[in-house]
């Protein structure tokens, strides 16, 4: 279609065919307008291609899912309609804009081609399609009923979703949700997330298969036996899961082994294949089910590498191990003290509970039900409860099986529910069925090894237990096993990291963070609900199960409400010994996934930030109680073996473990970007950057330990991103807390004293004095300082690279740090050389504390850090000639030598030891809750954050936030998830042209202060609480929103615009305009322009339409913005047309009277309610234009008091005060548990 001939043509044939509306065409494409072309021309040589509608009486799309075969034709589908469609009796009238089972909305299009629904089980498939951008994967919340919203991601389209009529470009999404009895009638509502386009369904239950509902059924096959051989292939060891292959190799079809994972030679866990395995079937044979996934706790790998392997249980065991380990990055010093159990003892202070009752949830579990019972009865028990089974519609025996109970002396009622419900709602159901006081709720796959009734009634006389769990343990078939059986559940913990954007809990087995104690009762967070009892009156006090969840983490959910609201214990009872016997599906569960999500989003809503808290206040005072494992202390260092923070590191992590149980972690620089699985994180390195990492505990506390360079630091918008800030000394303390508007701890450096006060003196060390330091191409004061030849006595340099220099006659090089204990008990005295980047500070290093401690004495040129810690106890230098002086003086001076190093020797074990820094650390960590932690998330671009106003009101609004306490960070576009991200409770968006995508485990905020006609109802829904920069548009929103909606307006940074009367009108000839075009002539500038007026403009993308030198700048830096505002004689302010006519008040205004200057605004809807008085309005050019020629009398008494009332009523600090208010509402504010 490159002919110009042939254009002419199919513009006749177009118009022509009565189709085309050229302004309707011009109104629905506006990037037309832009490329100079004509509808008519723009339609033939690109629309037609882009498949455009012609006009709104023709749908492209409509003709091409109506006849798919036009897609694939030689010609445009508009073409083949006019062409061939015309004369097709199957194709309907164009005219009519419909999609089968499918919806439009502006350039997305929405179509569902499957929907079953059977068994309370919906699954839908289909496409989506953006037009303007095919081939992006699409977000989609499902709605049904009651239900809360599922969301599901369309993604690149599969070979079995790709039909004739499916357009290039479209997604495709399936989805398998459970659908509760109540909501079977109700219909599906599925939608775009962030546009219209959204579609509704009826459902309707398929026709029932009985033959085919085979859920609950076992399928047997032969027993393995010791002649057989069981062969595979440890394949991927990692620190979550050990994957590989097994089979039998027996004659006939033997039954899936046993398999048995064992961590460092100990039995860990048990599973069976259920995998399939296509590579391994075309080898072997068989059905291909030979695949196993070995899950590993978070708790078993916390420190040292493990050795793994995996075994049959039965017959002979040949599956190639290989050697497998898992480790995790980093050095790693395994914990001196042991793991704490929170072990209690029964206190009998309730009368004693006669009557249990069982309640059961069945489907199709005739076998398993059966197995339960049996086990009962074998220990004596069957008849020892009220048993309640409550049935989901089965279509095998088990109400047969519970007769035959029944008829052996069971006081057992078999319900037939007639459907299948949660497991919430059936067991709510049951509790208020049952008679008895203790409700023991449990699975049907559970077999009962012992009594367990007199146990569990004894134990629940405590009435500080609210919840009682069991041991299980995983079955095994083989009966040389049945001695020695896998501990499946110990308790359940949460895990310290994200999972798929969700806090998770997870089971913990046996480990030796969790160490099996026979018969003891210890207290954890939760318990699976596979099995545990409670007094009917705690589950009724707590409302019973939530309903909201769907088989998946009621059972977390119900134990934190019994911690939070009821302040009584879950306890595993070690002595309850139970066998459970999961059940291994090969099938694809469709419905899995979304109600997975559903479940994850309820949890995390209702007690992430409760578990944040609480997790982090407690990690140290409750240490591994809520995460399984003994806390791990890591440490961000520039190497393990020759760096001096490694050092330092080590020392202070070493008398961390004397006191504390914890293990430690050392992150060299190629380990700094997984942190996952860290507790306390203590960064050493200046150049680390934490807001960079790529992997972080969600509960991790943060700390920067700053030991130099603390002028870096306070500029370094990282240091914002930690829960605390260590400084080595209080004037850098100081310095710091100034800078970053924060508190600062002061921790200096310390000494291992036991090590260094031991040294021995020895002779290849020996000297009067001597100086430990390295040079690296960087001079040192202590080259024009230390004048050997000058000094009394035999001295000794150490270090590296000092050959060359005046020091290479008396260096011997570097000693390792291991040797220096030695070195300094084989001298006098050591001296000191302060750098650069810790001397202005008063930061004493560890060469000071080292000295001393070996009984040395230390002359310093760093005289402010010798002074805070010693006062005049340590000798200064300053230049040669004191250094001289000095250093001769105490080496003529023996015996007074000897008592200064005395008194300092006494003071270094007293208080500037490691092991005091530890107790000092622990207590400050202790003593005070963990900080709340709030992003706020701006839409600019890191590289250019200081052209974007967004992003100078972020910094404004979080150093506000600060000064409430707060730990505030403002994450740039490109840092917005992941990493440290994933450690805030709140997050506040400042929504502006990106739409940020909401993490469920924190509390979200919007504060929505510009272009509001760019925001879709449906994102706003999706936020805890949203304030409005406008009250009329807030008024509006709450009335469309179910989310809570405030009137918060924008507001002035009074620390950067402060009123200064010397400053005000200084510049009485200028008109100030400071803005970026973006692309547009904004009205005030254009009626400037039109009316010949003088007027300053300040900003980006002007060039097209101010051509003289009323263009001024391109950029303002934000610290000077004040400054014009107050010297001009007019700023002139406008807004964009969304905002003025919504009602959006720009924080300028707010900027320029708080510095007293004169404001010319345009007319923004609601702004006389919010400023009364105190600035000029214009509404066309020639009131602009009136106002700026107008002379003016300046009052500066009557700005000052303007500007006053602007930073009482709208300050960043006025704004920080709600938004950390509400923050701490949707949080739960500082609440935790008591230990």
Not at 651 to 675: C, F, K, M, T
Request: aromatic share 8%.
């Amino acid at each position: 279609m490159t002919n110009p001939k042939r254009f002419i043509a199919l513009e006749k044939e177009i118009i022509e065919s009565g189709l085309f509306d050229a302004r309707w065409y011009m109104e629905q494409y506006p990037d037309v307008a832009r490329t100079g072309l004509s509808a008519l021309t723009h339609f033939v040589r690109f629309g037609m291609l882009l498949n455009r509608d012609p006009g709104a009486t023709f749908s492209v799309r409509d003709y091409i899912f109506q006849n798919p075969t036009s897609a694939n034709a030689d010609v445009p589908p508009f073409l083949h309609y006019l062409r061939e469609g015309r004369q097709s009796s199957d194709v309907d009238e164009p005219g009519r804009r419909f999609l089968p089972k499918g919806a439009a909305a502006g350039r997305v299009a929405l179509v569902v081609t499957t929907v079953h629904f059977a068994d309370f089980h919906l699954r839908l498939r289909g496409w989506v399609l953006d037009e303007d951008r095919p081939g992006l994967p699409l977000r989609l919340n499902c709605t049904v009923g009651s239900q809360p919203p599922v969301e599901l991601l369309a993604r690149q389209l599969s070979s079995q979703d790709v039909s004739d009529a499916t357009p290039a470009g479209a997604m495709s999404f399936e989805l398998g949700l459970e659908i509760f009895e109540k909501d079977a009638a109700s219909d599906v509502i599925l939608q775009v997330v962030g546009t219209d386009a959204h579609l509704t369904l009826a459902i309707a239950p398929a026709p029932r298969d009985p033959a085919a509902d085979t859920s609950g059924a076992i399928v047997t096959k032969r027993a393995i036996t010791a002649e057989d051989k069981v062969i595979g292939n440890v394949e991927t060891v990692s620190p979550s899961s050990v994957t590989g292959w097994a089979l039998c190799t027996g004659p006939s079809e033997p039954d899936a082994p046993d398999l048995i994972l064992t961590v460092n030679g100990q039995v860990y866990s048990q599973t069976r294949c259920t995998k399939l395995r296509p590579d391994v079937q075309k080898v072997h044979g068989g059905d291909g089910y030979v695949g196993y996934a070995f899950e590993i706790a978070p708790n078993l790998l916390t420190s040292a590498p493990l050795s793994v392997g995996v075994e049959a249980a039965s017959g002979e065991s040949a599956i190639r191990q290989s050697g497998k380990t898992i480790s995790l990055p980093g050095m790693h010093l395994p914990a001196l003290n042991a793991a704490p159990l929170r072990q209690i003892e029964v206190e009998a202070n309730l009368p004693r509970a006669e009557k249990i009752s069982v309640i059961i949830l069945n489907r199709n579990g005739a076998g398993i039900l059966r197995d339960m019972l049996d086990s009962a009865e074998r220990v004596g028990e069957l008849s020892a409860y009220e048993w309640i089974v409550l049935d989901h519609q089965s279509t095998d025996d088990s109400e047969a099986v519970c007769n035959a109970a029944r008829e052996r002396g069971c006081d057992l009622r078999f319900i037939d529910r007639k459907g299948n419900f949660s497991f919430s709602e059936s067991n709510n159901y049951g509790a208020a069925l049952a008679t008895g006081d203790l409700l023991l709720f449990a699975n049907n796959d559970l077999i009962f090894r012992e009594p367990l009734a007199e146990r569990i009634r004894e134990t629940m006389r405590d009435d500080r237990i609210g919840l009682l769990g069991a041991k299980l343990l995983d079955h095994v078939d083989a009966a040389a096993w049945q001695d020695r059986l896998p501990i499946q559940h110990l308790g359940v913990f949460m895990k310290p990291s994200i999972e798929n954007g969700w806090l998770r809990p997870y089971e913990s087995r046996a480990t030796p963070e969790m160490p099996l104690v026979p018969g003891a009762l210890i207290e954890q967070p939760a318990v699976t609900g596979a099995i545990f009892a409670m007094r009917r009156a705690d589950f009724e006090a707590v409302g019973g199960f939530d309903e909201g969840y769907s088989y998946g983490l009621e059972d977390v959910d119900l134990c934190f409400k019994v911690t939070e609201r009821l302040g009584k214990k879950i306890i595993c009872d070690n002595g309850l010994e139970i066998i459970h016997h999961r059940g291994f599906s090969r099938n694809k569960d469709t419905s899995a996934e979304a109600r997975r999500q559903r479940n994850n989003a309820l949890f995390n809503q209702s007690w992430a930030s409760w578990l944040r808290r609480n997790i982090r206040n407690d990690v140290l005072t409750r240490p591994g109680f809520w995460t399984g494992a003994r806390p791990v202390v890591g440490f961000v260092v520039t190497d393990t073996e020759t760096a001096g923070d490694y050092y330092t590191a080590l020392e202070l992590g070493r008398a961390l473990q004397e006191i504390e149980p914890v293990h430690l972690r050392y992150l060299s620089e190629n380990e700094w970007q997984d942190l996952a699985g860290i507790d306390i994180l203590i960064v050493m390195v200046t150049r680390f950057d934490i807001t960079k990492v790529k992997a972080i505990n969600p509960y991790a506390l943060t700390i920067n330990w700053t030991r130099q360079w603390f002028d870096r630091w306070a500029k370094d918008p990282s240091i914002h991103a930690y829960d605390h800030v260590w400084a080595s000394s209080q004037r850098a303390a100081d310095y710091l807390a100034e800078r970053i508007g924060r508190d600062v701890d002061t921790v200096p450096i310390a000494s291992n004293y036991a090590v260094f006060s031991a040294g021995a003196r020895r002779a290849q060390y020996e000297s009067d004095w001597c100086f430990t330091g390295s040079y690296f191409n960087l001079a040192r004061e202590i080259q024009f300082q230390l004048d050997p030849a000058a000094i009394h006595g035999k001295g000794i340099v150490f270090g590296h690279n000092w050959e060359g220099t005046p020091f290479e006659p008396i260096s011997v090089g570097p000693v390792p740090y291991s040797e220096l204990p030695d070195v300094y008990a084989s001298t006098k005295i050591v001296i000191d050389d302060a750098n650069i980047a810790t001397k202005p500070w008063g930061s004493c290093n560890s060469r000071v504390f080292d000295a001393l401690a070996a009984g040395c004495l230390l002359i310093t040129n760093g005289d402010l850090g010798a002074q805070e810690l010693f006062g005049d106890l340590v000798p200064t230098f300053h230049d040669r000639e004191s250094l001289t002086q000095t250093l001769n003086y105490w080496l003529a001076h023996e015996d007074e030598r000897l008592a200064r190093v005395a008194t300092l020797q006494k003071r270094i074990a007293a208080h500037h030891s490691y092991a005091a820094r530890a107790r000092q650390v622990t207590q400050m960590l202790r003593a005070r809750p963990a900080p709340m932690r709030i992003a706020i998330k701006c839409a600019a671009p890191r590289s250019q954050n200081a052209q974007w106003g967004d992003f100078h009101f972020a910094e404004s609004l979080a150093a506000a936030l600060r000064r409430t306490g707060a730990i505030v960070r403002v994450d740039c576009r490109e840092n917005w998830y992941g990493g440290i991200a994933d450690t805030d409770d709140a997050v506040i968006v400042l929504r502006g042209l990106l739409a940020y995508k909401l993490q469920p485990h924190q509390k979200n905020i919007m504060w929505l202060i510009s272009h509001p006609d760019e925001l879709p109802l449906s994102e706003l829904q999706q936020y805890d609480q949203i304030f409005v920069a406008s009250a009329p548009h807030a008024q509006t929103l709450a009335e469309q929103c179910a989310v809570p909606i405030d009137f918060l307006p924008q507001c002035t940074d009074t620390e950067r615009f402060r009123f200064d009367e010397e400053l005000v009108n200084q510049r009485p000839e200028r008109v100030l305009f400071v803005g970026n075009s973006r692309g547009h002539f904004r009205e005030s500038i254009r009626w400037s322009v039109e009316h010949g007026l003088d007027i300053d403009i300040y900003g980006g993308g002007w060039e097209p339409f101010i051509t003289d030198d009323r263009l001024k700048g391109n950029v303002v830096p934000n610290r000077v913005l004040g400054e014009l505002y107050a010297s001009s004689r007019i700023v002139l302010c406008d807004h964009w047309a969304d905002m003025r006519d919504k009602g959006y008040v720009s924080n300028r205004v707010f900027d320029v009277l708080a510095v007293g200057g004169r404001l010319v605004v345009d007319d923004v809807a609601g702004m006389a309610d919010l400023v009364p008085a105190g600035y000029d309005v214009f509404r066309n050019a020639e009131e602009l234009a009136a106002l700026i020629n107008r002379p003016d009398e300046v009052d500066v008494d009557e700005r000052a008091r303007l500007a006053e009332w602007v930073k009482e009523h709208h300050s960043f600090d006025a704004r920080a005060r709600k938004l950390f208010a509400c923050c701490e509402a949707l949080c739960g504010g500082a609440r935790q548990l008591a230990g």
